[in-house]
């Protein structure tokens, strides 16, 4: 199984600030099989983007995702208020053992 | 729009089952796969399983053989979740979403939490 490990734990920003989240996985994830979901308290996860750098349908473009192998990043250009959340990666290369990390809370400074 | 629509909140003594269902419409059923991922409450997503509606194939996460069964109705767009031998670590936030790439939900139910209580 696939071991994803995200960092920071924490990220605490300030809105238009710039963040960047981390993801790496214990082997070298299949095509870059990887999904960034953001998750706000009491709701779904939301889909961001997958394989690796492609955005989900509505997603704006200060989500960008990029990576390969084993390192995969998150950036967020530009924070704002609604951005505050927590991010998940997960890999979808090795059916049917999908695995997520730990996740990595985006708090306001 | 493509909606996916959870059963609700579930109170289960210890050895017990729960199912849960998932309603979906907005989109043609059968072609896409649906996951159910959990989430223990204050704790990070944790994949279940998944099922393909158009042949009832499955595949169930390891620690869960055994003890998960998941199906779906066509006629009535609906897929299923059952749980035996509950235990306290079964607490949790049970999640259902639509594949469309091979492994990532797009589309996800509102989540329906099963809590677990002697």
């Known amino acids: 199984e696939i071991v994803l490990t995200q960092s920071p734990g924490t990220l605490s920003l300030s809105p238009g600030q710039r963040a960047t989240l981390s993801c790496r996985a214990s082997?070298?994830?299949?095509?870059?099989?990887l999904a960034w979901f953001q998750q706000k308290p009491g709701q779904a996860p939301r889909l961001l983007i997958y394989?690796?750098?492609t955005r989900a349908t509505g997603i704006p473009d200060r989500f960008s995702g990029s990576g390969s192998g084993t390192d995969f990043t998150l950036t967020i250009t530009r924070l704002e208020p609604e951005d505050f959340a927590v991010y998940y990666c997960q890999q979808y290369g090795y059916s049917p053992k999908f695995t997520f990390g730990q996740g990595t809370r985006v708090e306001i400074k | 729009q493509v909606q996916l629509v959870q059963s609700g909140a579930e109170v289960k003594k210890p050895g017990a089952s729960v199912r849960v269902s998932c309603k979906a419409s907005g989109y043609t059923f059968s072609p896409y796969f649906i996951h159910w991922v959990r989430q223990a409450p204050g704790q990070g997503l944790e994949w279940v399983g998944w099922i393909n509606p158009s042949s009832g194939g499955t595949d169930y996460a390891q620690k869960f053989q055994g003890r998960i069964s998941m199906t779906t109705d066509t006629s009535i767009n609906t897929a299923y979740m059952e749980l035996k031998r509950l235990t306290s670590d079964d607490t949790a936030f049970y999640f259902c979403?639509?594949?469309?790439?091979?492994?990532?939900?797009?589309?996800w139910g509102q989540g329906t939490l099963v809590t677990v209580s002697s």
């Open positions: 394989e690796a750098s």
């Open positions: 979403a639509r594949d469309i790439y091979g492994g990532v939900g797009d589309y």
């Open positions: 082997q070298s994830v299949s095509s870059n099989y």
